[in-house]
């Protein structure tokens, strides 16, 4: 995906791209979030679904 494509390449941003026209940048940093963000929810979930058993 784009995460492993920024770190293998060394690049921080990538250009978003709609029908041809630029449209916004994506950093690294917001990936990252993204994907801590994720995990936290999921963990969150784990831990309800396990306590209301």
Do not use: C, W
């Amino acid at each position: 995906g784009a995460l492993s494509l920024m770190t293998k390449r060394r690049i921080r941003h990538l250009p978003v791209v709609e029908d041809g026209k630029l449209v916004g940048f994506v950093s690294i940093g917001d990936l990252v979030k993204y994907r801590i963000d994720k995990i936290e929810n999921e963990a969150a979930a784990m831990r309800d679904y396990i306590q209301s058993a």
